[in-house]
């Protein structure tokens, strides 16, 4: 695997996790956005996410047989 690869992701990640930890010290979301985008995450893009991992046909699988 691509040394470069697996750094800038992790990079990617962790800005993602220090901007929200600097937003969250800012007092810039209250408890009713947290709780929509809690729900957000989990109902709609969890959901996206494991369809579009199972859909991936790296292993040369047939379509038809992922789903079943």
């Known amino acids: ?3 470069y ?4 992701k992790i990079l990617q990640l962790f800005m ?7 937003l969250g010290k800012m ?3 209250d408890e009713s956005f947290i709780d929509k985008m809690n729900r957000f ?3 709609i893009t969890m959901p996206c996410l494991i369809i579009s991992s199972v859909s991936a046909n ?4 047939p379509y038809q ?4």
Request: hydrophobic share 65%; proline share 0%.
């Open 1 to 3: 695997m691509n040394v």
């Open 16 to 22: 993602m996790i220090v901007l929200g930890f600097i």
């Open 41 to 43: 995450v989990l109902n």
């Open 58 to 61: 790296k292993n040369g699988i």
């Open 65 to 68: 047989d992922l789903f079943l």
């Open 5 to 8: 690869l697996v750094i800038n």
């Open 27 to 29: 007092k810039d979301f």
